[in-house]
């Protein structure tokens, strides 16, 4: 399917279209604020945007977006790739300068390595990504500068798949030693090298004078800022502390920062790939329950919600599983038809106290895990927890800090949670692989198993035609919201502010993009 971009960027305080044209400066080190810190080291074990905004300056990918060209790709370990008649062998020329960061060789052997890890992770290392790469059936090493993927089946976003940030590239000789080296240890390929983590305060990097784009990166180093309490961020990036917070502030954030710092100040803004879900335990009851997950659902009144809630937070657009104004997302006049995305709120309420007083549960009590991360999760978690009280639902609201939280995701440790669906594009592979049966895809917190929805998933995974592809999508997501193993409630608003020093940095509508800092430089 044709893959289109819906950026709609806005710059508030926008520098002059000339000033982009400069030539780079050599030199400096950018001071970012980051507003969680990551709960490990291994790109494939995680899918928060901690991780990333940590660990990408320290990485090289396979491939990677190209954000002048969004969704475009392009090259970064690969140096150019041939694609089969069939689309089933993908045949990747990679680059012949590049070196680890202890001095060691790069080869196809480590990229095979990465890969192999990623689709089928030895015992105790967790990779979130397998789903992603199951089709891949073979990886090939014909000589130390190519790399050969042979598919069992066709996969359209294949080349999306390669160009995933999260793909962090390993050493094969650290992952023979121990496949849990990435999680130990931060070495790569990037354009920056590791210089110290200190928890609870920041990361560093210095630049990597051996990066294999010789004039790059321009800047001498970088300290991402560990800066949990908005009001502190919004302190340092006015007084200066700090030069950006790159994933996004709300827009009561923007207006301060706008007012306090003038024309010191460059924001740009974008719809976001991103959004809030709740997610149900199926493992725990009464959220085995089918008619309890829709009526918690049903009581969430999204259009209401969407008003107030994007006057205070980063949530905004109602939506269903893939991004409000993408080319696949379902419109409105169809979404209103699914449980707790009418607009007739009444009703809506109504329907929920009928379905829980014939699952038996009319005064539900449940505690609802969340993050400690303030926009948005707070004020989503405090609105979904009013909304449940008009139906007569007692919820405790208990929030914890990034490591700790996804710990209780990942183990099954919660009854219901604030989750998240954090994609990099708007294509239905990735969106959808979130949703599919828990042994097959260990993101999906409901850890339901639905055979029904992992046959939709590969059925318009192979399609070839738009519209069959779209008819699958359209099954799939009727199913997921009717079944309310994992709902959303909105989408984001991505509103980024940066220091008018901050050169070379690009926008996107996904926050985990652009974060290597290769092509960044300071104007000072």
């Given amino acids: 399917m044709k893959k289109l971009a819906f950026i709609g960027l806005v710059a508030a305080l926008a520098l002059p279209a000339t000033t982009n ?22 790109c494939s074990a995680t899918d928060t945007y901690a991780g990333l905004h940590f660990l990408a300056p320290f990485y090289s990918t396979l491939l990677k977006f190209d954000l002048a060209k969004y969704p475009g790709v392009m090259g970064d370990l690969a140096e150019s790739w041939t694609i089969s008649d069939d689309k089933k062998t993908y045949t990747f020329k990679l680059r012949q ?37 199951a089709d891949i059936a073979s990886i090939d090493t014909p000589d130390a500068n190519t790399v050969v993927f042979k598919l069992s089946a066709v996969n359209p976003a294949m ?18 030693d121990d496949p849990q080296f990435p999680a130990k ?22 630049r990597n004078d051996k990066y294999f784009l010789p004039d790059r990166p321009y800047l001498d180093g970088f300290k991402g800022v560990f800066i949990l309490q908005p009001a502190a961020m919004l302190n340092a990036l006015q007084g200066g502390q700090v030069m950006a917070e790159f994933r996004s502030v709300s827009p009561a954030e923007r207006d301060r920062l706008v007012q306090g710092m003038g024309d010191k100040l460059r924001i740009e803004e974008s719809s976001w790939t991103l959004n809030i879900l709740i997610a149900f335990n199926t493992e725990k009851k009464p959220f085995d329950d089918v008619r309890v997950r829709r009526a918690l659902s049903l009581a969430l009144d999204r259009w209401g919600g969407s008003v107030g809630l994007s006057r205070t937070s980063t949530l905004r657009q109602v939506g269903g599983l893939l991004r ?35 699952a038996g549960v009319p005064n539900l009590k449940f505690e609802l895990v969340n993050r400690t991360i303030a926009q948005p999760y707070t004020p989503a ?11 007569g639902v007692e919820v405790q609201h208990k929030q914890m800090e990034t490591s700790p939280y996804l710990a209780a995701l990942n183990a099954g440790n919660y009854e219901v949670a604030i989750d998240f669906s954090n994609l990099f594009m708007d294509e239905p592979s990735l969106a959808l692989a979130k949703y599919v049966s828990f042994d097959k895809a260990p993101e999906n917190r409901s850890r339901a198993i639905d055979r029904e929805l992992d ?19 359209r ?30 940095w690009q926008m996107s509508p996904s926050h985990n993009l652009g974060q290597d800092l290769v092509n960044v430089w300071l104007n000072q």
């Fill in 21 to 42: 044209a400069q030539a780079p400066k050599k030199g400096g080190t950018l001071v970012y604020a980051i507003s969680a810190e990551t709960p490990t080291y291994d």
């Fill in 455 to 473: 046959s939709l998933y590969e059925k318009q995974n192979r399609s070839t035609s738009d519209a069959e592809r779209l008819g699958f999508l």
């Fill in 324 to 358: 409000p104004g993408s080319p696949m997302a379902t419109p409105e006049a169809d979404l209103v038809k699914f449980p707790g995305f009418g607009k007739d709120i009444t009703a809506n309420r109504a329907e929920a106290r009928k379905l829980l007083a014939e």
């Fill in 381 to 391: 978690g405090i609105y979904v927890v009013d909304q449940w009280r008009q139906i």
């Fill in 97 to 133: 300068n590049v070196t680890w960061h202890d001095g060691s060789p790069f080869s196809s052997a480590d990229i095979k390595a990465t890969y192999d890890r990623l689709r089928n992770p030895p015992t105790g290392v967790v990779s979130t990504r397998r789903a992603t790469f």
């Fill in 159 to 176: 080349l999306e798949h390669f160009a995933s940030p999260w793909n962090c590239v390993y050493s094969a000789a650290k992952l023979k």
């Fill in 475 to 504: 099954q799939f997501e009727a199913r997921m919201l009717n079944q309310a193993y994992q709902v959303p409630l909105l989408w984001w608003h991505r509103i980024v502010p940066t220091n008018k020093i901050v050169m070379g």
């Fill in 185 to 206: 240890q931060v070495m790569g390929t990037g354009a920056f090298k590791f210089v110290e983590h200190v928890k609870g305060s920041h990361v560093a990097g210095a």
